[in-house]
């Protein structure tokens, strides 16, 4: 069974931080999304990254996946309230078109 | 357009009850997904369909059916309800295709307590 870890589970932080949230796994991927989610809504998509040693950036996000493909690592800089939010991270194996989603980092920014 | 939307909203079910998820899109989707979601431990899948007609067995199908006899609809069904499948359940949809940038696209959820 391929598993995907997110590190860490919870984050409470003051606005103007930084943080990073990892997302691991044993298993190769051929590409790996990122995902916000707000109370009472689905999910919805940041970024996919397809090539490993890929670095993504989306303002004041930054995503990177691993040479190997089996991890990635988001970083937020002076992290924001409207940061706050579930991150998910998904993966996808080669040739399928399902995904594995990761177990979720929930992040609070207080103002 | 609505994108993905999912009825009903909310549903408190007796133990041995059943019945029907659905989930409708309007973005001509060949796929669409149905996953649960439980403190703790992210998505996951239940069933998916690659096209009209055809399902799969995701990680978790256990005690769940479905069927796509339209393209646009997705049915989550639950014959005999029970307190484990107490959940929030999404719906997904993407495009057709094995490209490995393809977004999923989710409806708002439908939260299930079955007592």
């Known amino acids: 069974t391929q598993l995907l870890e997110q590190s860490p589970q919870f984050l409470s932080i003051q606005e103007g931080e930084n943080l990073t949230v990892y997302c691991n796994s044993s298993s190769v991927f051929s590409s790996l999304q990122w995902y916000r989610q707000e109370p009472g809504e689905g999910p919805v998509l940041l970024v996919t990254?397809?090539?490993?040693?890929e670095v993504k950036k989306l303002k004041r996000l930054t995503f990177q996946f691993g040479d190997a493909r089996k991890d990635s690592s988001l970083h937020i800089t002076a992290a924001q309230p409207g940061d706050t939010g579930l991150y998910l991270c998904a993966g996808a194996t080669s040739g399928t078109y399902k995904y594995i989603f990761g177990t979720g980092t929930r992040l609070k920014v207080l103002a | 357009n609505a994108g993905v939307t999912q009825t009903p909203k909310f549903r408190v079910l007796k133990t041995g009850q059943s019945m029907t998820l659905l989930c409708a899109q309007d973005m001509n989707h060949e796929y669409m997904y149905w996953y649960r979601q439980d403190p703790g431990m992210g998505l996951r899948l239940i069933h998916y369909s690659v096209g009209e007609g055809t399902t799969a067995k995701g990680e978790v199908p256990d005690g769940y059916n479905v069927s796509r006899l339209k393209k646009q609809n997705f049915l989550l069904g639950l014959e005999s309800a029970a307190p484990s499948q107490t959940s929030v359940y999404f719906c997904a949809s993407r495009l057709y295709g094995t490209g490995r940038s393809y977004e999923q696209y989710f409806g708002p959820g439908t939260r299930l307590t079955v007592t």
């Open positions: 990254v397809v090539t490993g040693g």
